[in-house]
């Protein structure tokens, strides 16, 4: 059966025990992976020791820790400047305690510079509730940066060097590698190429260097703009045994011009998509994703605030009973 997670910091208890009263038994760590400066090996957020007191935190407020979802530097390695191998050397570090400490997926993007763009996070949607999307009308004119135009190959090129040399350590240690999809799957954004915007270029991912570690994040709001048959890209993918994580969530519109929803009202059948995961038997978690604002929310960082969360849990939990039910 597919496992409902969500993504935390350990020491946000308020947040927690919420997600706990839903009935929620995974998280997915979120957390800082940038260095430490002058602090030794054994203290910086990818050794050992570090990774461990993170897991015991999370266990210790009664969570299983399924995946995580922060990454340490890695622009050089994106963009092959120098100094990607001394990034690459941190990131096996990571897997490779991640294995000791049996966290069994690494998510991890391949977006260079340029992460996941939004022109507005206060849409309004349903009631009032405030919602973020892309409009690509107001970037398609936005300034190159420093680096001018990176183009498909260059990028595709630097994935390859980068999973030549982490499979083999996640292969070793038992992690698997879930890549996130470009957000929004669209190229290029301020010149720089994004390859991972389609079926077609995932399919040319795994088979970049065919390893069973190898595999995907599915994020759907992502993947409901790259294809009209979202059951099918997860079935596609889900046969193959490449589908290694979930984000669970909904958009309107176009890679062009789209906005999140709320679970219930977006352009995709959310039904259908779980009876998918459940047809290729994926066991792994899933997240609620980019939830609206709701009335009495606390305004955080948007997308991620409480009430929209709790919302979303109890959408997927009842799915979910309907479908595993059948």
């Keep these: ?93 990571l897997i490779r305690n991640m294995g000791r400490l049996g966290i069994p997926v690494w998510c991890y993007e391949f977006m260079p510079y340029v992460h996941v763009v939004r022109t507005s996070s206060t849409i309004p949607s349903r009631g009032g509730a405030l919602v973020t999307g892309y409009d690509h009308d107001l970037m398609k004119d936005a300034p190159l940066t420093e680096h001018g135009v990176v183009s498909d190959e260059r990028i595709w090129d630097n994935l390859k060097y980068f999973l030549e040399q982490v499979v083999p350590v996640a292969e070793e240690f038992d992690v698997k590698l879930a890549a996130h999809p470009d957000d ?39 993947f409901t703009l790259m294809t009209d048959d979202l059951p099918a890209a997860i079935r596609h993918f889900g046969s193959q045994e490449k589908i290694f994580f979930v984000h669970f969530r909904d958009v309107r519109g176009t890679a062009e011009k789209f906005a999140e929803t709320f679970h219930d009202e977006g352009k995709t059948d959310m039904l259908a998509c779980l009876r998918a995961y459940k047809e290729v038997g994926f066991e792994g978690v899933c997240r609620p994703d980019h939830v609206p604002t709701m009335e009495g929310d606390d305004y955080g960082v948007p997308g991620y605030t409480k009430i929209g969360r709790l919302f979303a849990i109890g959408y997927i939990k009842g799915l979910r009973e309907a479908v595993y039910a059948e």
């Design 1 to 93: 059966m597919i496992k409902i997670a969500e993504v935390f910091n350990p020491k946000d208890q308020s947040l927690w025990r919420l997600v706990k009263q839903c009935g929620v038994d995974y998280v997915v760590g979120g957390f800082g992976l940038h260095p430490i400066e002058g602090a030794p090996e054994e203290l910086q957020p990818w050794s050992y020791m570090s990774l461990m007191r993170m897991k015991t935190a999370y266990n210790d407020a009664g969570f299983d820790l399924a995946v995580i979802e922060s990454r340490p530097p890695m622009e050089k390695i994106k963009l092959g400047l120098p100094g990607r191998d001394e990034e690459i050397e941190v990131i096996k570090e």
């Design 184 to 222: 929004p799957p669209l190229s290029p954004i301020r010149g720089f190429s994004r390859v991972l915007r389609s079926i077609e270029n995932y399919q040319k991912l795994l088979d970049l260097v065919p390893s069973p570690v190898n595999g995907i994040a599915l994020c759907q709001g992502n």
